[in-house]
């Protein structure tokens, strides 16, 4: 875990310089990011995959700690 006293002071100035919402905006974009490219992954490894079926095994895949979560089922 980074915490802030670990960060270069021109970052830690520059990110207390932003809102609330910009910086949670590139949090948000990442996360949007890691679903996508997720839900691609699974619809290519599974073509047989419905879309609903590819949403719940990233949905899955997401809220649980991957390293312990089981693979979905083909």
């Known amino acids: 875990m980074v915490r802030v006293e670990d960060l270069h002071p021109e970052v830690v100035r ?3 310089r ?3 919402m910009e910086r949670l905006r590139p949090a948000h974009e ?3 990011l ?3 490219r ?3 992954y ?3 490894r599974h073509p047989e995959w419905t879309r609903e079926r590819i949403q719940k095994a990233v949905a899955q895949r997401l809220l649980h700690d ?3 979560a ?3 089922s083909r």
């Open 66 to 68: 991957a390293s312990r």
């Open 34 to 36: 890691t679903r996508d």
């Open 30 to 32: 990442m996360w949007e």
């Open 14 to 16: 520059a990110l207390r």
């Open 18 to 20: 932003l809102s609330g």
């Open 70 to 72: 089981p693979s979905p």
């Open 38 to 40: 997720l839900a691609a």
């Open 42 to 44: 699974f619809a290519a």
